[in-house]
T-cell receptor
Framework: KAGVTQTPRYLIKTRGQQVTLSCSPISGHRSVSWYQQTPGQGLQFLFEYFSETQRNKGNFPGRFSGRQFSNSRSEMNVSTLELGDSALYLC???????????????FGAGSRLTVL | GNSVTQMEGPVTLSEEAFLTINCTYT??????LFWYVQYPGEGLQLLLKATKADDKGSNKGFEATYRKETTSFHLEKGSVQVSDSAVYFC???????????FGQGTRLTINP
């Protein structure tokens, strides 16, 4: 079956612009999470959606937002881009959020954002 | 809060050498533990997992045992190959949240 699909794979923006990234989860997966990966900070949790509701949010400013649609596809948006927002943004999906246990996240290849 | 600490990288080994990448964690409760691998230009792939103390996760010759007494989940492989060159991340599940907490990653390079 198809994996997690992220678009676009690469994009370049300038400071002050905004960007929208898209994520299509594995068919049947209802939970979508987003992570930011940078050389300095590593992998950091942005937010998680389940059934169109944001259930958890990481420690990021309000410029970072997201949403999930009824078909489980998700988008994240970053407004007023800063140089420090340059990163690989990874989306991950899973069947459902499970407390503990063996619930496994399947990651997409990521969207690499460069802010100039 | 919950955290994961991995051994400092990068790590360079010769083919067929024995590999150990150390991982220790701090967490409340009993999280699940994971090793993910990232090849150049790709996202993260699950390598193995363990959900409770003394569980051993294994895949593709890699192994890691969930050690509650030492709060560790060290990754091992008996004989590495050039194709194992990648960045390896140790992670734990933050209980009650669909969230993984990652270590800083260890870059592994295997020379032929």
């Amino acid at each position: 079956k198809a994996g997690v699909t992220q678009t676009p794979r690469y994009l370049i923006k300038t400071r002050g612009q905004q960007v929208t990234l898209s994520c299509s989860p594995i068919s049947g997966h209802r939970s979508v999470s987003w992570y930011q990966q940078t050389p300095g900070q590593g992998l950091q949790f942005l937010f998680e959606y389940f059934s169109e509701t944001q259930r958890n949010k990481g420690n990021f400013p309000g410029r970072f937002s997201g949403r999930q649609f009824s078909n489980s596809r998700s988008e994240m948006n970053v407004s007023t881009l800063e140089l420090g927002d340059s990163a690989l943004y990874l989306c991950a999906s899973s069947l459902a959020p499970v407390t503990g246990g063996a619930n496994v996240l399947t990651f997409g290849a990521g969207s690499r954002l460069t802010v100039l | 809060g919950n955290s994961v600490t991995q051994m400092e990288g990068p790590v360079t080994l010769s083919e067929e050498a024995f590999l150990t990448i150390n991982c220790t964690y701090t967490a409340t409760g009993y999280p699940s533990l994971f090793w993910y691998v990232q090849y150049p230009g790709e996202g993260l792939q699950l390598l193995l997992k363990a959900t409770k103390a003394d569980d051993k996760g294994s895949n593709k010759g890699f192994e890691a045992t969930y050690r509650k007494e030492t709060t560790s989940f060290h990754l091992e492989k008996g004989s590495v190959q050039v194709s194992d060159s990648a960045v390896y991340f140790c992670a734990l599940s933050d209980l009650g949240a669909q969230k993984l907490v990652f270590g800083q990653g260890t870059r592994l390079t295997i020379n032929p």
